[in-house]
């Protein structure tokens, strides 16, 4: 590990760090309040603007995996480059789009070059920050991960009612424009501080795989699930605040501000627990978000109770354990190896993103109220998570 750099230089490749990675959040949260403005915009249906939250997080997960992987390999300040450039590119489709698909299209561009910016720059965290810093930086961008799709749909509502709708993906390139100019002013201090590359990284990750590919993708996919509830809630809240219970736009974004406090208070409570074993916090939490779910699913079905304050009470409890259990397996799963925790943190990135369109996509499948379709998709995760989480085994 490298020692400490200057404390200047450090804060602003973190800021330039975290801009590249929250722009994926930030792109898809943004517009969430606008869903039926842009269905009539495009001539389209809700549901297929709803679906392209999940289309662009199938591109994102891809582009992490495969682009976390490869840039062991490859100068990773180029690679972000073109990953921003990819970006700036599927958000121009987005402005000018004037149908359902040239939109999808933008959306899946966006998803592959936003996943550049996410895996290579915790790479590249890892590589020149010295073991403080490198702490300090990833708690920092796991605050944004956490803040930032909170702020964004309030944003887009903000800028989307007093200009356009349009006007929120000008919002959205304007981003992507201010992390080009910060990428470039930082590319020759980061040529300064990285180490040249490993020669060991294949063999010793070949290694990883066969020896443990089947716990580090077990750990993956119940974590993945329960962050496709998180996702489950981003696509169905719009639906159920500001169709089924008939409130603005402005609540639903402060509605979901309180969603990403609740799991910000979760990774508070995980970091305080610090003399608790993470396997066992994961597991803790995994059974508690089962329980919390099946519950809902007994109240918003058969019993039919669709009042908001049980299903954003619900939403708002499983965030803070959510919360809890998804730093925990990172932990987990990085600590299967050092030498190839970038291989780690890409598939980290994959089963999650994955998780996370699984629980978009399926939502949207049910024909009927939001609340109910919520419950059924919140519960099937809960299910097939726990089950994962209960065969696995201390590594």
């Not at 549901?47 to 840039?71: H, N, P, R, T």
């Not at 749909?153 to 356009?164: A, H, K, N, Q, Y």
């Not at 496709?228 to 809240?237: K, N, Q």
Request: charge should be positive; charged fraction near 5%; aromatic fraction near 12%.
């Amino acid at each position: 590990m490298k020692s400490s750099i200057p404390s200047n230089t450090f804060y602003l490749l973190t800021g330039t760090f975290i801009i590249l990675s929250i722009l994926g959040q930030v792109s898809t949260s943004i517009y969430s309040p606008f869903f039926y403005d842009l269905a009539v915009m495009y001539n389209s249906h809700v549901g297929v603007i709803e679906k392209s939250v999940a289309i662009f997080l199938v591109a994102f997960s891809m582009s992490q995996l495969v682009f976390g992987i490869v840039c062991d390999y490859v100068n990773k300040q180029k690679l972000l480059l073109c990953g921003i450039l990819v970006f700036g590119a599927g958000t121009i489709m987005l402005v000018f789009a004037d149908t359902e698909k040239t939109f999808l299209i933008g959306r899946i561009i966006q998803g592959l070059g936003g996943g550049v910016g996410v895996s290579v720059s915790r790479g590249l965290s890892r590589q020149i920050f010295s073991e403080q810093q490198l702490n300090t930086s990833l708690s920092l961008t796991n605050i944004a991960f956490a803040v930032a799709p909170a702020i964004a749909p309030l944003v887009g509502t903000m800028i989307g009612e007093s200009f356009s709708t349009t006007a929120i993906f000008y919002f959205v390139l304007l981003m992507g424009a201010v992390a080009l100019l910060l990428l470039l002013s930082v590319m020759s201090t980061v040529a300064q501080y990285i180490p040249s590359r490993s020669k060991n990284v294949l063999s010793e990750t070949l290694v990883l795989i066969k020896a443990s590919i089947i716990k580090i993708a077990a750990v993956g996919m119940a974590s993945g699930l329960l962050y496709g509830i998180v996702f489950s809630f981003i696509t169905a809240a719009p639906s159920m605040v500001m169709e089924q219970f008939g409130l603005s736009k402005t609540m639903f974004s402060i509605y979901s501000l309180f969603a990403t406090l609740s799991f910000v208070l979760g990774s508070v409570m995980n970091i305080r627990l610090v003399a608790t074993p993470v396997f066992q916090k994961f597991r803790l939490s995994s059974l508690s978000i089962f329980v919390l779910s099946l519950v809902f699913w007994v109240l918003a079905v058969p019993l039919n109770v669709n009042a908001l304050a049980v299903t954003l009470g619900f939403s708002y409890i499983v965030f803070f354990f959510i919360g809890i259990a998804m730093p925990c397996s990172v932990t987990i799963i990085l600590g299967f190896s050092g030498t190839s925790a970038g291989f780690l943190a890409a598939l980290t990135g994959f089963f999650h993103l994955t998780g996370a369109a699984i629980g978009a996509y399926a939502v949207t499948l049910f024909k009927m109220e939001p609340t109910a379709s919520f419950a059924y998709t919140t519960s099937a995760l809960s299910v097939a998570s726990i089950v994962i989480c209960f065969t696995l085994k201390k590594h």
